[in-house]
Structures are given as structure tokens and as C-alpha cells.
């Protein structure tokens, strides 16, 4: 099945320009598709007694659920947190997908960007290079300007425990249906797709023990097309934490 959710892009994404990107997987999926590594830092990089987490950036594609599992299975049985990234358009039923290996793993969730001492003076390719090169890599976590949208949300859920940085902007936008084969979609398949997939949405997020407001979000955002902005206090409220910011 080729349909895709995607959540609709409001602001352009906060990373580096990369035109000179290489290609993450096949040659169908976008260069800007998420990657997995392993970074680290000194002790209480990644919160208390955390030195070592697993960044996870990029645009959740259709496919990013197959890194996710081949990152997992060399990670053996470690218990590392994953770091979130997430930009672009990405793929919502994947997003949840990622969120259930997650929980499977028993891992933690946080969002934030990793920026790579080695990355600092090299060009973009030769710094996804060195992020694809297996090795845990010397990092800090950068927290000034974290926006987690409805996919950041569902991955995020998929944490056994969910923290997000205390000035994190949490904002739920509309969605759209797409077609990787066939991308005209009628406007009534559109409407019965997506009251399908907010029910998959609901269920989900009562699987990971968050509430379903989100999804209301989407579908008044959907008509509309405006976002919504999940104050500090409601993601405690709502269960997408399951603490206060440090």
C-alpha cells in the first residue's frame, strides 16, 4: 500500500542547507530521509547519568522504519535514549511505526538537535558520512529552538519516558493524504482516509498512554489549515511528557 499521511510543512526546517547531500537509502527515497547514530557526550549530555544517545534526524520517509530496526538490532540489548530531529513532511504511519519500536526496545525520548564536533568545519557529505560510519560520535545536544510537530509528537510517544526542552514549541498543523504512485487523490478518498487514520491515531496514542487531544487538533487544523500550539503545562496535562522540562 502506497498511501501516506504526511504532516503538512508550516515553517521551513531548521537545519543546514544540504544540496550536496548524499542519498540515505534506495534510489527512491529523498536525501533528506532520517538517519540513526550513536553520539556522545560528557556525563549528563543527554540528562541525568546519560553520556551516550541515539540521534535520530531527517524527514520520516516511507521506508525509515527499516533503519530504525538494522540501528536497533546492532545496538544489541543497550538502553540509550533517542534524540529527536524531525523536519520536513514526514510520513505519519511511520512515525507511529517508529514509535512502537521504541517502546518494544523500552527506550527513552527526548528532542533536540545533535550537532557533531567532527561536522563543525566539514562539508555536508563528508559529515553524513562520518554519521554513517557506525562509530559514537563526539556531540552536544543544541535545545534553543526544538519544535516538535504531530510527528515529533508520535514518535516521541512511543518513550517510556518523554521529556522535551523547557522552550520546545509543540505545534500540530494539519495533515494531507499522499499517493507515492499515484498522487492525485480525490478529495472524498481524502476525507474517508483521514477519519481512518485519526481513528489509527487514537488508538495508538492510548497504546502509549497519551491522550487523544492531538488528534481533534489535526482534524479542526485539517479544515482550517492553521496549527495549534501545546502549551508547556498541557503536554504534562496530555501525557506527551511524562515529566516536567529540566
Given at each position: 500500500?502506497?498511501?501516506?499521511?504526511?504532516?503538512?510543512?508550516?515553517?521551513?526546517?531548521?537545519?543546514?542547507q544540504?544540496?550536496?547531500?548524499?542519498?540515505?537509502?534506495?534510489?527512491?527515497?529523498?536525501?533528506?530521509a532520517m538517519?540513526?547514530?550513536?553520539?556522545?557526550?560528557?556525563?549528563?549530555?543527554?540528562?541525568?547519568d546519560?553520556?551516550?544517545?541515539?540521534?535520530a534526524?531527517?524527514?520520516v520517509?516511507?521506508?525509515?522504519?527499516?533503519?530504525?530496526?538494522?540501528?536497533a538490532?546492532?545496538?544489541?540489548?543497550?538502553?540509550?535514549?533517542?534524540?529527536?530531529?524531525?523536519?520536513?513532511?514526514?510520513?505519519?504511519k511511520?512515525?507511529m511505526?517508529l514509535g512502537?519500536?521504541i517502546?518494544?526496545?523500552?527506550?527513552?525520548?527526548?528532542?533536540?538537535?545533535?550537532?557533531?564536533?567532527?561536522?563543525?568545519d566539514?562539508?555536508e557529505a563528508?559529515c553524513?558520512?562520518?554519521?554513517?560510519?557506525g562509530?559514537?560520535?563526539?556531540?552536544?545536544?543544541?535545545?534553543?529552538?526544538?519544535?516538535?510537530?504531530?510527528?515529533?509528537?508520535?514518535?516521541?510517544?512511543?518513550?517510556?519516558?518523554?521529556?522535551?526542552?523547557?522552550d520546545a514549541?509543540?505545534?500540530?498543523?494539519?495533515?494531507?493524504?499522499?499517493d507515492?504512485?499515484a498522487p492525485n487523490v480525490?478529495?472524498?478518498?481524502?476525507?474517508?482516509?483521514?477519519?481512518?487514520?485519526?481513528?489509527?491515531?487514537?488508538?495508538?496514542?492510548?497504546q502509549?498512554?497519551?491522550?487523544t487531544d492531538?488528534?481533534?487538533?489535526?482534524?479542526?487544523?485539517?479544515?482550517?489549515?492553521?496549527?495549534?500550539q501545546?502549551?508547556?503545562?498541557?503536554?504534562?496535562?496530555?501525557g506527551?511528557v511524562?515529566?516536567?522540562?529540566?
Amino acid at each position: 500500500m502506497t498511501v501516506s499521511v504526511m504532516a503538512i510543512l508550516l515553517s521551513p526546517p531548521a537545519r543546514a542547507q544540504d544540496g550536496l547531500r548524499p542519498p540515505v537509502g534506495g534510489v527512491i527515497t529523498p536525501a533528506d530521509a532520517m538517519i540513526f547514530y550513536l553520539a556522545r557526550g560528557p556525563e549528563g549530555a543527554c540528562g541525568p547519568d546519560c553520556s551516550e544517545w541515539i540521534a535520530a534526524e531527517g524527514v520520516v520517509e516511507w521506508d525509515t522504519f527499516k533503519r530504525l530496526f538494522a540501528f536497533a538490532a546492532r545496538l544489541g540489548e543497550r538502553k540509550v535514549p533517542v534524540i529527536l530531529n524531525v523536519w520536513g513532511e514526514s510520513d505519519l504511519k511511520v512515525a507511529m511505526s517508529l514509535g512502537k519500536i521504541i517502546r518494544d526496545r523500552g527506550l527513552d525520548v527526548s528532542a533536540g538537535k545533535t550537532v557533531v564536533a567532527g561536522c563543525v568545519d566539514a562539508t555536508e557529505a563528508a559529515c553524513i558520512a562520518l554519521k554513517r560510519s557506525g562509530k559514537s560520535l563526539d556531540a552536544a545536544i543544541d535545545v534553543s529552538a526544538v519544535q516538535c510537530d504531530f510527528a515529533c509528537v508520535l514518535i516521541l510517544a512511543g518513550g517510556v519516558h518523554r521529556t522535551l526542552p523547557a522552550d520546545a514549541k509543540v505545534v500540530i498543523g494539519p495533515t494531507h493524504i499522499r499517493d507515492r504512485l499515484a498522487p492525485n487523490v480525490s478529495e472524498e478518498h481524502q476525507k474517508g482516509l483521514q477519519a481512518f487514520y485519526g481513528d489509527q491515531y487514537r488508538l495508538y496514542l492510548k497504546q502509549m498512554g497519551v491522550a487523544t487531544d492531538a488528534v481533534g487538533m489535526i482534524e479542526q487544523n485539517s479544515a482550517t489549515g492553521r496549527a495549534t500550539q501545546v502549551l508547556r503545562a498541557d503536554r504534562l496535562r496530555l501525557g506527551m511528557v511524562t515529566a516536567p522540562a529540566p
